[in-house]
């Protein structure tokens, strides 16, 4: 018997393959105040995405965007946040995805 090769079946759809990130990098505001966060959502599948991107203030949902994205490209959007405490807060971004 001759072998001929492997062959692997991939899903046609991954969702580890849409990714978010954002950047508010160091700012110091007064009580009050907004801060804009800008959001990337990247699709690294073939196929379309919708995605559901959760904001997260110190790891509590603050505010959620939601959009598609093509095969392959990214979208930039923001949200912005307002502090009504004084300290400092850690910003964090949450993706779930799902075919288009």
């Known amino acids: 018997m001759a072998s001929c090769g492997t062959i692997t079946v991939v899903p046609a759809f991954d969702e580890s393959s849409v990714t978010a990130s954002c950047s508010v990098g160091s700012q110091e505001i007064t009580p009050g105040g907004t801060v804009d966060v800008p959001v990337t959502v990247t699709n690294s599948n073939d196929n379309a995405a919708a995605y559901t991107v959760d904001v997260l203030v110190d790891g509590t949902r603050e505010t959620s965007i939601s959009g598609t ?8 959007d923001s949200v912005m946040l307002t502090f009504e405490n004084t300290g400092s ?10 075919p288009a």
């Open 69 to 76: 994205v093509p095969g392959g490209n990214q979208t930039d």
């Open 89 to 98: 807060f850690g910003i964090d971004v949450s993706v779930s995805a799902s």
